[in-house]
């Protein structure tokens, strides 16, 4: 049981760790977090979309990633260029992509909620990773992304505090008034963080349809988007605390899933990452502060 949760925690995490690794780029930058749904929906579904025409998950990958950075600038040209309050245009983005979605599943496969099977990632079993004593029984379920996981946080952490681009942008989302008056090219940095968090929260849609599903079915992404946010303030806005933070709500859903034939009422355990995230943000909210400059222009 104790090795059912923690492959399950693992395989559930992906799309949490990689959708707020994405968003602490973008409030680090300046720009609220709060569009990683709709990116996560567009990079789901393009994803599904890439594979079903090219047969390969790789295209369909590379699909979904351009599909999150797409609605990512358009999240950017709202708020940086036109200086549309974050939270309205996060909130265009999640409506739109919310929107786009359906249309585009009954126009290209004449369905009212989900795709045809395609390609996707499978996992490890029956490969020689399997073997491993104890770790093989968790990672045999677990797929090329997971790896590809480890190394996204790894290099989005030491690009983001170890390199000088990574500080400039944080002093951006600091006070975007400094760093245009020392030279910096502010709007470059938040675009730069937007395409960054679109491009992740891409990916992490992409997980769900191709990495779990191979499929895509409306409304898939069940609010994780928005869960993401939770997870960036209780991790400090830092890739390696969206490891533990999102870690922390996999295995609450991890939970659901392993004990649901068990003897307790199926809406109480799908209410348990929701429930968990209203805790987790009422202990951090006051603990944990955005950058100074969340939603500051340079020339404000």
């Not at 990116?39 to 295209?59: H, T």
């Not at 390199?163 to 020392?182: I, N, Q, Y």
Request: proline share 4%; charged share 10%; with cysteine.
């Amino acid at each position: 049981m104790i090795i059912l949760i923690i492959a399950a925690t693992l395989r559930m995490a992906i799309p949490y760790i990689l959708a707020s690794t994405g968003g602490a780029y973008s409030v680090r930058a300046g720009i609220t977090d709060l569009g990683c749904e709709g990116m996560m929906i567009g990079g789901a579904f393009f994803g599904v979309l890439g594979a079903y025409f090219s047969g390969s998950p790789w295209i369909g990958l590379l699909c979904g990633v351009v599909a999150g950075m797409v609605f990512a600038v358009l999240n950017g040209i709202l708020h940086v260029t036109f200086k549309v309050n974050p939270a309205i245009s996060g909130v265009c983005v999640n409506l739109l992509s919310t929107a786009l979605a359906p249309l585009l599943v009954k126009l290209v496969w004449d369905n009212e909620s989900m795709s045809p099977l395609v390609n996707g990632f499978t996992s490890f079993a029956g490969t020689w990773l399997e073997k491993i004593p104890v770790l093989g029984e968790i990672l045999k379920t677990q797929n090329i992304l997971f790896f590809l996981t480890l190394v996204i946080v790894l290099v989005a952490w030491a690009f983001l505090f170890k390199t000088k681009f990574g500080l400039r942008l944080r002093m951006v989302g600091e006070d975007p008034v400094a760093a245009s008056t020392v030279g910096l090219n502010t709007i470059r940095y938040k675009y730069t963080g937007q395409l960054v968090c679109g491009a992740l929260s891409g990916l992490a849609g992409v997980y769900l349809s191709l990495g779990q599903l191979s499929m895509y079915t409306e409304g898939m992404t069940a609010g994780r988007g928005y869960i993401c946010m939770v997870i960036n303030v209780i991790g400090g806005y830092n890739p390696l605390g969206a490891v533990w933070g999102g870690c922390f709500f996999a295995f609450f859903e991890a939970l659901r899933t392993v004990i649901q034939n068990a003897s307790i009422n199926a809406n109480f355990l799908m209410m348990i990452p929701y429930v968990m995230t209203l805790i987790a943000i009422v202990i951090s909210a006051r603990r944990v502060l955005p950058p100074a400059g969340m939603g500051k222009h340079h020339d404000d």
